[in-house]
């Protein structure tokens, strides 16, 4: 059997490293994935302000806040996002579709792109950058993809040496 190809000539994206779900309960939701498919134990934590910073939806300046909740299974990071205040692109997904699979994330560690050379390249293949936002070391900016997949994807700038700091909680409890 031959092996696929690993890559289009105009691909930039290498490797998926996420997956989120956006949920109108997070609780409930970090609960179903940790006793129904064993995924877990849950990092649960708030983004807000002054800790969550240069937030934009939609080209503006926007105040919003959200819970979070992290997970692994091997090199794929699993994500429930709910928002809690302000517009964004979670609230606007809930509104329109409900609970559901969000967006899938990609680090720009693993693009071979800087920002400014990512930005000109999502531009010119007609992608639009939808939000952005910043919490502590790591940055982030969103982009929808025009036609028929009409799919958000997520750049996700983490520097090699970030910390993750303790959760406010975790889901089920992390074990020793």
Not at 46 to 71: M, N, W
Not at 92 to 117: A, C
Not at 146 to 169: K, L, M, N, Q
């Amino acid at each position: 059997m031959s092996a696929l190809p690993l890559s289009l000539p105009n691909s930039f994206v290498t490797q998926t490293r996420q997956v989120c779900v956006v949920s109108s309960d997070l609780d409930a939701t970090v609960r179903e994935y940790s006793d129904r498919l064993g995924i877990g134990p849950w990092w649960i934590n708030e983004y807000s302000a002054p800790e969550l910073k240069d937030c934009t939806f939609r080209g503006q300046q926007v105040d919003h806040s959200f819970a979070i909740a992290l997970a692994w299974t091997g090199d794929l990071n699993w994500e429930v996002i709910q928002p809690l205040k302000g517009p964004s692109i979670y609230r606007e997904f809930l509104e329109t579709r409900g609970t559901g699979i969000h967006h899938v994330g990609i680090m720009l560690q693993d693009l071979r792109h800087d920002w400014p050379s990512l930005r000109e390249l999502l531009n010119s293949r007609g992608c639009k950058i939808v939000q952005e936002g910043r919490w502590q070391e790591i940055s982030w900016l969103y982009f929808e993809t025009p036609g028929p997949t009409g799919a958000c994807f997520e750049i996700i700038d983490r520097p090699p040496s970030f910390v993750r700091p303790s959760p406010r909680r975790w889901y089920p409890p992390k074990p020793l």
